[in-house]
């Protein structure tokens, strides 16, 4: 029996959803900086965005990355690159990157490291003050690496690319809550990590021979927005998810608590004894696993209408579901309840970042 044109439609939506393994490819959401910019001087790992990484080396080479509203039609937003210390001779062992790491349970079925791996498309939205031959890599850990090309044909122009890689049999791919497959673009990466472009390689690499090295060029901006990774050998439009879905997509890896006014309630306790207050907060979305945790700001505890000082906050069983936390705090007896209440500038945030 035919389907009817609404059914139709309903079995092709329901076939497209979910199909980008890219968090905020779209680059909206923001949680650790608010649209600040954010330096990269070291080759610590520094989360920009949402889900997006970044790597760089000490004085070398600096750069800066804004979430902007530069962006293509049909976005609102974009991540902009820009170097501040040009680093005209990348040393070789060298890495600046920009990219995000898949949780392996979001790309179990593309069958990577099987006989039954799949193609993949990655799409994405450009643009630099640099034209010529752009790099970046997909990969897992260090074993196998496919360094693909594209090319920026003019300046400060939007255009969008699409590379196609063959599926890879061979390697370990993580199939559950650890890193699954790494993205990376190239700003600017050592002899020791490049090689021949366009092709799988065994081995660590995160740039094709010839791509040009953004960091180089004082001054230089990459923007990039839109990004999506797929099934199959043909890019298919931006999956737009509500802001809301896409908000809790990020939150499994990275949820942050900002104070709004003095006096909002966190968390509700108990003292534990006269100076130890204790209370449950249960996070906004299950972790990918135990997060660590930070704090900044001050904060106070309130029973019985009183508030009382507190020197210290603490989590004392981070758990992918909630976390116990801990304060020292003057206080009106054992076995009282108290709130935890946001003072001036209080933030909280828990990573579970891959």
Known sequence: MALSKIEA???QTDVLMGRNRIINGDMRIDQRNAGASVTINSA?????????????????????????????????????ITVTTADASVGASQLYIFGQV???????????????????????????????TFGGSLKNDSTYSY??????????????????????????WAT???????????????STYTTTGNAWASGNYFK???????????????YITGVQLEAGSVATSFERRPYGQELALCQRYYESWRWDADNTGIAMGGYADTNT??????????????????????????GGGINYSSSGLLTIDAKTN?????????????????WLLANTNFYMAFSSEL
């Open 9 to 11: 439609n309903s079995v």
């Open 44 to 80: 610590t790992s520094t989360y920009t965005v949402d889900r997006f990484v970044t790597k760089g080396e000490s004085a070398d080479g600096v750069f800066t990355v804004d979430q902007v509203t530069d962006a293509p039609a049909g976005f609102t937003n974009s991540v902009k």
């Open 102 to 132: 898949l949780e392996g349970f979001n790309v179990a079925d593309l069958g990577f490291g099987t006989a039954n791996a799949k193609t993949v498309t990655l799409s994405f939205w450009v643009r630099s003050s640099l034209t010529g």
């Open 147 to 172: 360094p693909f090309t594209y090319t920026i044909s003019a300046a400060d122009t939007w255009e969008y690319k699409t590379v196609t890689i063959t599926g890879q049999t061979a390697g370990t």
């Open 176 to 190: 559950d809550n650890s890193a699954g497959m790494r993205l990376f673009w190239s700003l600017g990466v050592g």
């Open 208 to 222: 094709a021979t010839g791509a040009t090295d953004v960091i180089g060029t004082n001054g230089a901006t990459l």
């Open 277 to 302: 207050w204790r209370g449950i907060y249960s996070y906004k979305v299950t972790k990918r696993a135990n997060p660590s945790f930070s704090t900044s700001g001050s904060f106070i505890i309130q």
């Open 322 to 338: 909630s976390t116990l936390m801990q304060a020292t705090a003057t206080g009106i007896g054992t076995g009282y309840a108290a």
